[in-house]
């Protein structure tokens, strides 16, 4: 019998939280020897465990994992399920589940593990059997701008659960429940949450909360308006939603110069013609209204709408997902661009979320290239960047607990400040292909201050409550102020943290992890 260890929670807020995500198949296999059988790559739990000092190093304290159910021949990245009780054999066992979570947590790492509860796989035995009928949706296909057709139409076809029905949503309930209980996860990232009846997720969280009331649930809501995804978060008991609006804004104002004209419509209508089919409908609109050319502004309109969610502070920011292309092929293979939207990343309120390979410099389109086998040190400088960035949001406390204040927006530069009473930090974002010079202006109650430049060192100073900035080309600061560590062991000079200097000094005996 397989022993069912209690869930070890973690006392880290996820505030204090940087996750990665992990597409399982795509990620690490440990033998080359013998190539598994296309469109399966060979990536393995075995193999994930093999990485967790890689990504201890980098500086990740959360793992989200891609569904490791017994999948359907084709069903490579976990979300067509057959078994929902089983570990499929490609990825390994439930023991091998079981270890990848201790070894997690003996490292300090919480894990995520990705539920599907909307649908089952095309071959899933209940889907053919006459018995489950009414345990599915039938026939019904998806108008993507009516609500009730979202929540009982059938997802690119796929058999879907009726939750609506007591039994349904008791079953996948318990099935849930069941890989708690014999995993030790700290949370689910959940699948598919718009496609599913609102009923269903009160019931789905409140018993989950019942039993293990730290259980963290994180939900994919992909549609990019405040309002829609924050009544998740707001009415249904879903901790946190990924923060769709904001990965948006980045991959709309960071992938040109702000010189730049929007791209015509023959441009877009050619784009959305070759890849449509493998398009999000949230990104499908995105892109047939993205006429105008960019403008840093529309950071600041995305922060006024920050009362739509009970707690921001919560929300799931990221920039790449395994839905969507990849940021560096929207901003035509430019690492800049990238650093800028690292940058931002981790300077903004939230947890934010890595998908595997954006350290690398990983490039892809929708049509299944996003999804390729993880190259590791494919790009030591950029990888470098991207830790230094963490170390920096890991150490200074404004990053983790501070309020977010825009500060700055016009076409070309963003600025904002997370301040905590304790530290101040600021985030300025150049989008323009020249330099610029620009005055920074604080409340006249805010002291005045010698501000770190956590790039370069460089110490400048705020008079009268004003700050003059040289900004590089296509660049990304981050200056800060009055700053303290935020976890033991870290208390680094702040130029150690600096992104890209391909130097981690530490005091003797802090740890570089």
Same mark, same amino acid.
């Given at each position: 019998?397989?022993?069912?260890?209690?869930?070890? @929670?973690?006392?880290?807020?996820?505030?204090?939280?940087?996750?990665?995500?992990?597409?399982?198949?795509?990620? @690490? %296999?440990?033998?080359?020897?013998?190539? +598994?059988?296309?469109?399966?790559?060979?990536?393995?739990?075995?193999?994930?465990?093999?990485?967790?000092?890689?990504?201890?190093?980098?500086?990740?304290?959360?793992?989200?994992?891609?569904?490791?159910?017994?999948?359907?021949?084709?069903?490579?990245?976990?979300?067509?399920?057959?078994?929902?009780?089983?570990?499929? /054999?490609?990825?390994?066992?439930?023991?091998?589940?079981?270890?990848?979570?201790?070894?997690?947590?003996? #490292?300090?790492?919480?894990?995520?593990?990705?539920?599907?509860?909307?649908?089952?796989?095309?071959?899933?035995?209940?889907?053919?059997?006459?018995?489950?009928?009414?345990?599915?949706?039938?026939?019904?296909?998806?108008?993507?701008?009516?609500?009730?057709?979202?929540?009982?139409?059938?997802?690119?076809?796929?058999?879907?659960?009726?939750?609506?029905? /007591?039994?349904?949503?008791?079953?996948?309930?318990?099935?849930? $429940?069941?890989?708690?209980? #014999?995993?030790?996860?700290?949370?689910?990232? $959940?699948?598919?949450?718009?496609?599913?009846?609102?009923?269903?997720?009160?019931?789905?969280?409140?018993?989950?909360?019942?039993?293990?009331?730290?259980?963290?649930?994180?939900?994919?809501?992909?549609?990019?308006? /405040?309002?829609?995804?924050?009544?998740?978060?707001?009415?249904?008991?879903? @901790?946190?939603?990924?923060?769709?609006?904001?990965?948006?804004?980045?991959?709309?104002?960071?992938?040109?110069?702000?010189?730049?004209?929007?791209?015509?419509?023959?441009?877009?209508?050619?784009?959305?013609?070759?890849?449509?089919?493998?398009?999000?409908?949230?990104?499908?609109?995105?892109?047939?209204?993205?006429?105008?050319?960019?403008?840093?502004?529309?950071?600041?309109?995305?922060?006024?709408?920050?009362?739509?969610?009970?707690?921001?502070?919560?929300?799931?920011?990221?920039?790449?997902?395994?839905?969507?292309?990849?940021?560096?092929?929207?901003?035509?293979?430019?690492?800049?661009?990238?650093?800028?939207?690292?940058?931002?990343?981790?300077?903004? %309120?939230?947890?934010?979320?890595?998908?595997?390979?954006?350290?690398?410099?990983?490039?892809?389109?929708?049509?299944?290239?996003?999804?390729? /086998?993880?190259?590791?040190?494919?790009?030591?400088?950029?990888?470098?960047?991207? %830790?230094?960035?963490?170390?920096?949001? #890991?150490?200074?406390?404004?990053?983790?607990?501070?309020?977010?204040?825009?500060?700055?927006?016009?076409?070309?530069?963003?600025?904002?400040?997370?301040?905590?009473?304790?530290?101040?930090?600021?985030?300025?974002?150049?989008?323009?292909?020249? +330099?610029?010079?620009?005055?920074?202006?604080?409340?006249?109650?805010?002291?005045?201050?010698?501000?770190?430049?956590?790039?370069?060192?460089?110490?400048?100073?705020?008079?009268?409550?004003?700050?003059?900035?040289? $900004?590089?080309?296509?660049?990304?600061?981050?200056?800060?102020?009055?700053?303290?560590?935020?976890?033991?062991?870290?208390?680094? #000079?702040?130029?150690?943290?600096?992104?890209?200097?391909?130097?981690?000094?530490?005091?003797?005996?802090?740890? +570089?992890?």
């Amino acid at each position: 019998m397989v022993p069912e260890p209690k869930p070890l @929670h973690l006392p880290r807020p996820w505030t204090d939280d940087v996750v990665y995500m992990v597409l399982l198949d795509r990620f @690490h %296999r440990l033998s080359h020897a013998q190539e +598994p059988k296309a469109p399966w790559h060979g990536g393995s739990l075995a193999g994930l465990r093999a990485k967790l000092d890689y990504l201890c190093g980098l500086g990740v304290t959360a793992l989200w994992v891609s569904p490791v159910f017994k999948n359907q021949d084709d069903g490579f990245h976990g979300y067509w399920p057959v078994d929902f009780f089983s570990v499929d /054999p490609r990825f390994g066992t439930l023991e091998d589940l079981q270890g990848l979570v201790k070894d997690c947590h003996a #490292r300090g790492v919480k894990v995520l593990l990705d539920m599907v509860v909307n649908h089952a796989g095309y071959e899933h035995p209940m889907a053919k059997d006459p018995a489950k009928k009414d345990w599915f949706h039938r026939g019904q296909a998806i108008r993507w701008v009516d609500q009730g057709s979202l929540e009982r139409g059938s997802l690119h076809g796929l058999p879907d659960f009726a939750q609506e029905k /007591p039994e349904v949503a008791a079953w996948l309930t318990d099935m849930a $429940l069941w890989w708690i209980e #014999r995993t030790g996860v700290d949370g689910f990232r $959940l699948d598919a949450v718009k496609h599913v009846p609102a009923s269903f997720w009160k019931r789905f969280s409140g018993e989950i909360a019942a039993r293990h009331r730290d259980f963290f649930l994180v939900g994919e809501v992909f549609r990019g308006v /405040p309002r829609y995804i924050g009544r998740y978060q707001r009415e249904d008991g879903i @901790h946190s939603v990924l923060d769709v609006p904001f990965a948006d804004t980045v991959r709309s104002a960071l992938a040109r110069d702000s010189e730049e004209p929007g791209p015509s419509l023959w441009e877009r209508l050619k784009e959305l013609r070759g890849e449509y089919r493998t398009m999000l409908f949230n990104e499908i609109l995105r892109k047939v209204f993205a006429r105008r050319p960019t403008d840093m502004r529309w950071f600041h309109l995305l922060l006024e709408s920050e009362d739509a969610y009970v707690h921001p502070e919560l929300l799931a920011p990221f920039i790449d997902n395994h839905d969507l292309s990849r940021f560096i092929s929207e901003a035509g293979g430019s690492k800049e661009r990238l650093k800028m939207a690292l940058a931002v990343l981790m300077c903004w %309120r939230g947890i934010p979320i890595i998908t595997y390979g954006t350290e690398a410099g990983m490039s892809g389109r929708t049509e299944g290239s996003n999804r390729s /086998p993880m190259v590791f040190g494919a790009d030591p400088e950029l990888e470098e960047h991207l %830790r230094g960035l963490i170390k920096l949001r #890991r150490a200074v406390s404004a990053f983790t607990r501070g309020r977010l204040i825009s500060v700055l927006a016009d076409r070309q530069v963003f600025a904002f400040m997370r301040d905590d009473h304790e530290t101040r930090a600021l985030c300025i974002l150049n989008n323009s292909r020249e +330099p610029v010079e620009r005055v920074l202006e604080f409340p006249a109650a805010a002291k005045p201050a010698v501000w770190l430049d956590a790039f370069t060192g460089e110490r400048v100073v705020e008079r009268h409550g004003k700050l003059a900035l040289k $900004l590089p080309a296509r660049s990304a600061r981050i200056l800060v102020v009055g700053w303290r560590v935020a976890a033991p062991g870290s208390a680094e #000079r702040l130029s150690a943290f600096r992104p890209g200097s391909g130097k981690r000094r530490t005091r003797q005996g802090a740890s +570089p992890a």
